[in-house]
């Protein structure tokens, strides 16, 4: 047992407790999703700010980075960067006027198709597959250069 594992263990306590405290308060599908549509602009763009530089951004680009990938790094990052920027900007009004809670709902409801829906929903799936596979990736490559 290191530095890194009790680091690790706290760190996920600590995310056990505070989500345990702030579920108390979600009441709701609007709660947890957009926490009840009264969020303030700055709230929203820390989550924003915040998923950006998850994992992807501390662990798994590095990762990449250390193994003699420094493009993946500036690569990532800009496009990740322009889809918090084009992504609110091009989309943000109307999925607010829609009041739907997701992107797959949103192009179900705007063009009243189901299969567009679905669409939608395939291609969120396999992007958020791909974060995943990228951040264990690179976290991995981590710690097998630090030796865990």
């Known amino acids: 047992m290191n530095i890194f594992f009790i680091g690790v263990v706290v760190s996920i306590?600590?995310?056990?407790?505070?989500?345990?405290?702030?579920?108390?308060?979600?009441?709701?599908?609007?709660?947890?999703?957009?926490s009840g549509?009264?969020?303030?602009?700055?709230?929203?763009?820390?989550?924003?700010?915040?998923?950006?530089?998850?994992?992807?951004?501390?662990?798994?680009?590095?990762?990449w980075c250390y193994s003699g990938n420094i493009t993946t790094l500036v690569l990532l990052n800009s496009m990740c960067a322009m889809g918090y920027i084009a992504g609110p900007l091009m989309f943000g009004r109307?999925?607010?006027?829609?009041?739907?809670?997701?992107?797959?709902?949103?192009?179900?409801?705007?063009?009243?198709?189901?299969?567009n829906r679905r669409v939608a929903g395939i291609i969120t799936a396999v992007s958020l597959t791909a974060y995943l596979l990228s951040c264990i990736t690179g976290v991995g490559i981590l710690m097998q250069e630090l030796g865990l």
């Open 37 to 63: 549509r009264n969020a303030p602009t700055i709230l929203i763009a820390g989550t924003l700010f915040a998923s950006m530089l998850s994992v992807n951004g501390f662990m798994g680009d590095q990762g």
């Open 13 to 34: 306590l600590v995310y056990i407790v505070v989500g345990i405290w702030a579920g108390r308060s979600v009441k709701d599908v609007n709660d947890y999703y957009v």
């Open 94 to 115: 109307y999925l607010r006027r829609s009041e739907c809670t997701t992107m797959p709902e949103y192009f179900g409801a705007r063009y009243c198709d189901l299969k």
